[in-house]
């Protein structure tokens, strides 16, 4: 029997109390807050479930052993801990001090049936033709930014989206805490990691980003820009990584642009601001922007795309798709992701592959 096999069945046991919800496709999220404390997110809601751990014994075993799994352990010096399980759940456990009434445990699940793009579709995420016009872009090879809040699907869109690039290219993907799961052939993945207790051995999204340089890549894919590692990508995407994605955190596309610079400024490299924000301007070609809504819906809710930074030193930004209220029936309503009519920047640019894949959908945007 396999270590990670052994491990699987080990956790597995461990979390016997929230097995069911583990197990439940409609649960998205599990969170202990403590032993006798745990709720689930389900269909987008959070729900307090009656289940409970023993005693606070037997959740701190079930927490050891996820740590077991990737080699990680809490301490007083270490009390914050990303970590997965064998499936590629995420975990994050905050101990004592930082956590004020004992260990928390959040578990975001890793479900595969959100990162098939004709699920999203299904489940109105996004339009058709916001899905051709995305299809388009990435085909492009045009540097794309997947913006919005926490848990509001900016992972699950990414994947989804990933799915587009065509065989053949070369994809380093980086992350925080490894999330994302491509189906490409030719994919590595690298994972940042957290130094030991005494401060040894950490290794940084910008310490990774600058080693994936040195991998030939053909695209970057960054499961999340948060820090001075933003400039490194910057750069790397004003110079010959066309078609690199990421996610960030933002509530609309100017502010992902203002975090992006913000995020820049943050690194030992000083630049003054308007080559800073002539630099995003260039490496960002089109920022897509994730919300959750009342109900706990997952929407694409604006794509836009960024033009060259203006006289007055301000980013411009060109509304291709925007969320407009429509009418279903004579006493519903709703909201859906419509074009603007706005004319995209790639119109007259497009030569070979994007070129074919253009229908009926989405050529009055290119032409």
């Known amino acids: 029997m396999s270590n990670h096999t052994l491990f699987s069945q080990t956790i597995g046991h461990y979390l016997s109390p929230i ?23 389900s269909q987008g809601k959070l729900h307090r479930t009656a289940s409970r751990f023993v005693d606070e014994e037997q959740y701190q075993a079930a927490v050891n052993n996820i740590l077991q799994f990737t080699g990680k352990s809490l301490s007083d010096e270490q009390p914050l801990v990303d970590t997965r ?19 928390a445990v959040t578990i975001r699940k890793f479900n595969k049936a959100n990162l098939d793009m004709a699920r999203l579709l299904d489940i109105g995420t996004l339009t058709a ?3 051709e016009y995305l299809n388009i872009a990435i085909k492009a090879e045009r540097n794309i930014l997947v913006a919005g809040g926490t848990s509001s699907g900016k992972t699950s869109l990414l994947n989804a989206l990933s799915a587009d690039i065509p065989d053949g290219a070369r994809i380093v993907v980086i992350e925080d805490s490894a999330e994302l799961q491509l189906q490409q052939d030719h994919v590595i993945s690298l994972e940042a990691r ?4 005494h401060g040894r051995g950490e290794v940084t999204i910008g310490n990774l980003f600058r080693s994936s340089l040195r991998l030939r890549p053909d695209r970057i894919i960054i499961g999340e820009v948060r820090g001075g590692e933003a400039l490194d990508m910057i750069q790397a995407m004003t110079s010959g990584h066309g078609g690199s994605m990421g996610t960030l955190h933002a509530n609309n596309p100017a502010d992902a642009l203002n975090r992006l610079e913000t995020m820049a ?10 080559a800073l924000r002539a630099q995003v301007s260039s490496a960002i070609d089109v920022v897509v922007q994730m919300s959750r809504h009342i109900g706990g819906r997952r929407l694409v809710t604006q794509i836009t ?4 930074v203006g006289d ?10 925007t969320l407009r209220p429509i009418q279903y029936k004579k006493s519903q309503k709703g909201m859906q992701l419509k074009p603007t009519g706005v004319r995209s920047a790639m119109a007259g640019t497009l030569r070979g592959e994007p070129h074919k894949v253009m229908t009926s959908l989405t050529e009055k945007l290119f032409a």
């Open 305 to 308: 795309e960024i033009d060259p």
């Open 265 to 274: 400024l943050m690194s030992k490299v000083e630049l003054p601001l308007h």
């Open 19 to 41: 097995r069911s919800y583990l197990d439940d496709p409609e649960v998205t999220e599990v969170m202990i807050n403590r032993f006798d404390e745990i709720y689930i997110e």
């Open 194 to 197: 957290q130094p030991d207790p």
């Open 312 to 321: 007055d030193g301000r980013y411009q930004l060109r509304d291709i798709f």
């Open 85 to 103: 399980l064998p499936d590629g759940s995420r975990v994050h456990v905050a101990k004592s001090p930082c956590a004020r009434f004992g260990t």
């Open 129 to 131: 033709e916001a899905r």
